[in-house]
């Protein structure tokens, strides 16, 4: 017998990633999303979703750029941190931790501790219900050598279905 489920239900692990916008000299902020994929080859594009009354969301609107970092399994607080607070009321980097450091072709900062950055511009917003998705040109990608290399090995952070996120947040 079938019986009825959520329907992300059976869509998860999925990994984890921290997508920062802003502008490293003013106001930046750090959204844990994992709606996150890419959508094209040529041109690179990679379409992220977001909630629509989101901090990040304004401040992209500004910017028209963001950031995808990928963030290791050890940095799993962190980024359960950065997806249940709001940078409407805090400051994730002050909070966690984590490092900004200026990015290659954008205004927003890249996090220091992810393995690895795509740098994305803005090139359509498409409303999908209670979410925005982004659709971002990957202009400038780049990771750890150690890793790109193979001799290092890392998990990258995944996550199991957020329950309490999708019950109590959205």
Do not use: Q
């Not at 999925?14 to 994929?37: E, P």
């Not at 401040?59 to 980024?79: A, C, Q, R, W, Y």
């Not at 979410?131 to 996550?159: F, N, P, R, S, T």
């Amino acid at each position: 017998m079938k019986v009825e489920v959520e329907y992300l239900e059976f869509m998860w692990p999925m990994r984890h990633f921290l997508l920062t916008c802003g502008d490293i000299a003013g106001k930046s902020n750090i959204i844990t999303i994992s709606f996150c994929m890419p959508v094209s080859k040529e041109p690179p594009l990679i379409a992220c979703a977001i909630g629509k009354n989101c901090y990040s969301r304004e401040l992209m609107k500004n910017t028209k750029e963001f950031i995808v970092n990928v963030p290791l399994e050890e940095m799993k607080s962190k980024i359960y941190y950065c997806g249940f607070h709001s940078g409407y009321t805090v400051n994730k980097f002050k909070e966690t931790g984590l490092t900004p450091k200026a990015a290659r072709k954008v205004k927003a900062p890249i996090i220091d501790e992810c393995a690895a950055h795509i740098e994305c511009k803005i090139r359509k917003e498409i409303e999908t219900g209670d979410k925005i998705l982004l659709i971002g040109e990957a202009i400038e990608a780049y990771a750890d050598e150690a890793i790109v290399k193979m001799e290092k090995e890392i998990e990258y952070a995944k996550g199991d279905f957020p329950r309490k996120i999708y019950s109590s947040r959205f």
